[in-house]
């Protein structure tokens, strides 16, 4: 039972480049959630999505872009990194109907 | 502006005493409010919950209370155990059955001291 997964679990990416975050669930749950982590800030919402093609912007959604192809996926991509930008990422999902979220290991990102 | 606030950063309890995490919303439209625990370079795991219906809900050592009025949630960990030691975060649901994401606060982290 892999639950939900994130690869990378590490990514050191320059100023600039293009970068994908993957996020892989396997309770086919209808919502899935991005995060950032930032010290002084906790966890804010960047991205949301209620089922395969539809996704919401969140608090924090500037310099991301999200698809959501399959219900199980839900990529994040930074298309030119920045270095406001180096955080610890955070795929979640739940189940529709409920609020309690399940999160995977996150992804520590650096741009440099 | 901060939805929801935890305003220590830290808190130390000795081993076996109760350990009292508070958290304060200033959004009336938070319907639902959860708990995580986070361990280093892991994700926030779940914990307990409360609807906005309730004003405590208890799940073994953990209890959650809330106080709507005073836009007040507390968690209460008896007793407090070494494995205890952790970032725990606040967070909270506005009405929508959970799709729209939860708010976090900043998070409070507790230290078990034997």
């Known amino acids: 039972d892999a639950g939900i997964t994130q690869s990378p679990r590490y990514k050191i990416t320059e100023t600039g480049r293009q970068v994908t975050l993957m996020c892989h669930q396997t309770?086919?749950?209808?919502?899935m959630f991005w995060y950032r982590q930032d010290l002084g800030h906790g966890l804010r919402l960047i991205y949301y999505?209620?089922?395969?093609?539809?996704?919401d912007k969140g608090e924090v959604p500037d310099g991301y872009v999200v698809s959501r192809s399959k219900t199980e996926n839900f990529p994040l991509t930074l298309e030119s990194a920045t270095r406001s930008q180096t955080s610890v990422y955070f795929c979640a999902s739940s189940v529709r109907g409920r609020h309690e979220q399940y999160f995977g290991p996150g992804t520590r990102l650096t741009v440099t | 502006d901060q939805q929801v606030k935890q305003n220590s950063p830290s808190l130390s309890v000795q081993e076996g005493r109760i350990s009292i995490l508070n958290c304060d919303y200033t959004n009336s439209m938070f319907d639902y409010f959860l708990w995580y625990k986070k361990y280093p370079a892991e994700g926030p795991t779940f914990l307990i919950s409360?609807?906005?219906?309730?004003d405590k809900n208890e799940d073994g050592r953990f209890t959650v209370f809330l106080n709507k009025s005073a836009k007040h949630l507390s968690l209460h960990i008896v007793p407090s155990q070494p494995g205890d030691s952790a970032v725990y975060f606040c967070a909270a649901s506005s009405i929508g059955g959970g799709a729209d994401g939860l708010t976090f606060g900043k998070g409070t982290h507790l230290i078990i001291q034997p």
């Open positions: 999505s209620a089922a395969a093609d539809i996704t």
């Open positions: 409360i609807s906005s219906i309730k």
């Open positions: 309770w086919s749950h209808s919502y």
